[in-house]
């Protein structure tokens, strides 16, 4: 159980918006550094009105929705707050994971987050790269403890390898460091299990990586047996929204995102 981000089943249904780099480059793919601060503001404002009241909790960040958005929120869903500068490198396996300047987990907490985030690519066989790694997500632990929230963290692979096998490393290498909660990515059916194994006994959610939305749902449903608590799901519920005019987002939000999002919380009970 996570307090403000759980149901009282102890279950984790909740709605990703923390998207920075790469929703400007789901915006305006062909010039993501055209699209003004405002848009994104405004474009998180209106998913969390058409679907925070479906969620046991929403993500959020500090450059574009805290505290700008917070008090958008509806009682009794608390929000994550993410610290890292960035999660969506052209090539993150070139430098670490770097905590976002200016920003703390103290902060996080004086905000009124019910946890805080971090997003941290890993691979054991970068070797420097890795304990370069744990050394940031150790410091975000430490804070984030310090300062009364637990941790979601989110271990990645790196794009382009054997995805299976690449995220069970980038599990392993970082689960001895005791975060609260793991947010995974689907490593594929044949590794399912294994991962379940490896993350038996902790708190453990699926991220949708802007995937295929039924081919999400399919993989929540297997984690779920396996011991999953949930789910935590961004584009792969409301991408078309950014597609669309900012006149036409609510009607393509209830259209489109909140059935989703509804069918995502009905695999829950």
């Known amino acids: ?67 700008d958005l917070v008090a958008e929120l509806p009682d ?49 066989q970068a070797v420097d790269h890795a304990a370069a790694q744990r050394a940031v997500i150790a410091q975000a632990l430490s804070e984030s403890h310090a300062a009364g929230l637990p941790l979601f963290l989110e271990p990645l692979a790196f794009p382009g390898g054997d995805h299976g096998p690449e995220t069970l490393d980038a599990i392993r290498g970082t689960l001895d460091l005791g975060a609260d909660v793991m947010k995974v990515a689907w490593p594929g059916q044949e590794h399912l299990e294994t991962m379940a194994e490896l993350l038996e006994g902790r708190i453990w959610v699926m991220l949708s990586g802007g995937g295929d939305f039924d081919a999400y749902c399919a993989q929540i449903q297997a984690a779920l047996a396996l011991g999953c608590s949930g789910f935590m799901a961004g584009r792969a519920v409301w991408r078309e929204v950014s597609q669309v005019a900012p006149e036409d987002r609510v009607a393509e939000l209830q259209r489109t995102a909140r059935p989703r999002f509804e069918r995502l919380q009905e695999l829950l009970t």
């Open 1 to 67: 159980m996570i307090d403000g981000l759980s149901n009282a089943a102890g279950r984790i249904g909740v709605l990703a918006i923390d998207h920075r780099d790469s929703l400007r480059a789901v915006i305006d793919p062909s010039a993501p550094d055209r699209v003004e601060r405002n848009e994104i503001v405004e474009l998180k404002r209106v998913i969390i009105g058409e679907l925070a009241d479906l969620a046991t909790g929403v993500m959020l960040e500090p450059e574009y929705s805290i505290p």
């Open 76 to 124: 009794g869903v608390g929000f994550t707050a993410a610290l890292e500068s960035q999660g969506y490198s052209e090539d993150p396996s070139s430098v670490p994971t770097e905590l976002l300047e200016g920003w703390s987990s103290a902060q996080a907490a004086a905000a009124g987050a019910a946890a805080t985030k971090l997003l941290a690519y890993y691979s054991p």
